[in-house]
């Protein structure tokens, strides 16, 4: 009789074992699965996103490129009178600019607030509160009306980034004074502080 308990607890000691190997194995599987199934999900929602984002975007009448156009700086003399329709900046001289200052053409300082401060071009609109900026050359003179941008010298790349601005914001005259402030200064031109 006690050889059959412990028969009986043996047996109920293994099958306890093995019920909890069993279930260890099974647990195991299902995290195997769940996260398979989870980096399914991921991947899956992954790709829908991906798929609608570019669909909608092919969708639109004036969709973003996929591949960013490098702008190119335009410096022929016969470019000055045409309007920009396309994405193309042109660069001026001190001659050029000099002239454009003695008709009234409107200049944009793109250097920050403090150096346009310490002296700019007579006549000069810093360009610090773009908004402001936009809102007030609009305005005053339409978006087909000329605007010569400079900033420190050929080194500074501001009066460029600001030219690519004004033309995001629909204007399509823009100048890129090259030289800007240094060679203005250089060429002995009146200056405002």
């Not at 305005?139 to 050929?154: A, E, F, M, N, P």
């Not at 995001?168 to 405002?192: C, L, P």
Request: include cysteine; glycine fraction near 6%; charge should be negative.
């Amino acid at each position: 009789m006690q050889e059959r308990k412990r028969n009986q607890r043996y047996s109920k000691s293994t099958s306890r074992e093995k019920t909890k190997k069993s279930n260890q194995i099974i647990e195991k599987l299902l995290k195997r699965i769940f996260i398979q199934n989870s980096l399914f999900q991921v991947l899956f929602f992954l790709i829908i996103s991906v798929v609608i984002g570019f669909g909608s975007n092919w969708l639109k009448d004036d969709p973003i490129p996929l591949f960013a156009v490098k702008l190119k700086i335009a410096t022929t003399d016969d470019l000055l009178s045409d309007i920009v329709t396309e994405s193309v900046l042109r660069a001026i001289g001190l001659d050029q600019a000099r002239k454009f200052h003695n008709e009234g053409v409107v200049f944009v300082d793109a250097r920050d607030l403090e150096y346009y401060e310490e002296g700019h071009i007579p006549g000069a609109w810093n360009s610090n509160h773009f908004m402001e900026l936009i809102f007030r050359l609009d305005s005053l003179q339409g978006k087909d009306r000329s605007i010569v941008t400079y900033c420190d010298g050929d080194d500074c790349g501001s009066s460029e980034d600001l030219a690519y601005d004004l033309q995001n914001e629909g204007f399509t005259k823009i100048f890129v004074f090259v030289g800007g402030w240094s060679e203005w200064q250089q060429a002995g031109y009146s200056i405002k502080k």
